[in-house]
């Protein structure tokens, strides 16, 4: 098993607002949007409401590996706009 962790901020977080509080460590849902009209590969990221998306060199990856079902991803939320993820295989 191989796991993969890495750090980044959520893109478009400005363009969303939240209602629930985000505390460092909660975990967050990962939604695949295939047929999101400007990116086909775009994982929303969401906790109550949607925060934003994964950015989108990380979502050309990430994405064809959940829609196989060949990985496993949580996701964190870690402060500011920032996440973590955990992938594994």
Do not use: C
């Not at 993969?4 to 939604?31: C, T, V």
């Not at 949607?50 to 196989?68: E, F, H, T, W």
């Amino acid at each position: 098993m191989k796991i993969q962790s890495r750090s980044f901020s959520i893109a478009g977080a400005d363009h969303y607002q939240h209602s629930a509080p985000l505390k460092p460590g909660i975990e967050l849902e990962l939604r695949r949007e295939p047929e999101n009209q400007y990116d086909t590969n775009a994982v929303s990221i969401w906790y109550v409401d949607k925060l934003g998306y994964i950015p989108r060199p990380m979502a050309v990856m990430l994405a064809p590996m959940i829609d196989s079902g060949q990985v496993t991803v949580a996701a964190f939320y870690e402060q500011g706009i920032s996440i973590h993820l955990i992938i594994t295989d």
